[in-house]
T-cell receptor, first 115, second 112 residues
Framework: DTAVSQTPKYLVTQMGNDKSIKCEQN?????MYWYKQDSKKFLKIMFS???????INETVPNRFSPKSPDKAHLNLHINSLELGDSAVYFC??????????????FGQGTRLTVV | KNQVEQSPQSLIILEGKNCTLQ??????????LRWYKQDTGRGPVSLTI?????NTKSNGRYTATLDADTKQSSLHITASQLSDSASYIC???????????FGGGTRVLVKP
């Protein structure tokens, strides 16, 4: 009964392909996020959705498109994959926006390798 | 320069020993500071959250301190266990915008 689950855990694909990463949370939270962890291990926010509405959209190439069909799901679709997209992508969720004392819960990550 | 700097980048300690990790930040205006533990191949898991009025907070063998005046925090691990081997990430929340800024983490390896 994983709280925040991402699929797949590993994804290896060729440059130029389009791929999706799925995320689901069963915590009843209203806010979900996508983070990218680069090779230096820094986690940086990409997107945040609150009640299916986009509230944070950092400077991310428009090849990345999040989709939130409902509050429990936030999927990440990536078009025309590039070598620089290789990273670990983490999904997270919180009740309310994670900034005050609101806790964010993270998935196990998806390691994307573009070859 | 990242707004959250952690030191050391990595350290090795013997099982049973104590260690202290450091975090310096420049994020402003400050809301709160969190320490996360990230096991290899897993997502970060929260250890502590502290606001500016809290100087110290414990979670089992983990004790975090915060000096909001000098913008420094530390995480002390007491009587380390093999399961403490992980990356420890300092995260600072900005009061405006509710964004989390992550440090690069300190990788701790506990050896028997």
């Amino acid at each position: 009964d994983t709280a925040v689950s991402q699929t797949p855990k590993y994804l290896v694909t060729q440059m130029g392909n389009d791929k999706s990463i799925k995320c689901e949370q069963n915590l009843g939270h209203d806010t979900m996020y996508w983070y990218k962890q680069d090779s230096k291990k820094f986690l940086k926010i990409m997107f945040s959705y609150n009640n299916k509405e986009l509230i944070i959209n950092e400077t991310v190439p428009n090849r990345f498109s999040p989709k939130s069909p409902d509050k429990a799901h936030l999927n990440l679709h990536i078009n025309s994959l590039e070598l620089g997209d290789s990273a670990v992508y983490f999904c997270a969720s919180s009740q309310g926006v994670a900034g005050g004392r609101t806790e964010a819960f993270f998935g196990q990550g998806t390691r994307l390798t573009v070859v | 320069k990242n707004q959250v700097e952690q030191s050391p980048q990595s350290l090795i300690i013997l099982e049973g020993k104590n260690c202290t990790l450091q975090c310096n930040y420049t994020v402003s205006p400050f809301s709160n500071l969190r320490w996360y533990k990230q096991d290899t191949g897993r997502g970060p898991v929260s250890l502590t959250i502290m606001t500016f009025s809290e100087n110290t907070k414990s979670n089992g063998r983990y004790t975090a301190t915060l000096d909001a005046d000098t913008k420094q925090s530390s995480l002390h691990i007491t009587a380390s266990q093999l399961s403490d081997s992980a990356s420890y990430i300092c995260v600072v929340s900005k009061a405006a915008g509710n964004k989390l800024t992550f440090g690069g983490g300190t990788r701790v390896l506990v050896k028997p």
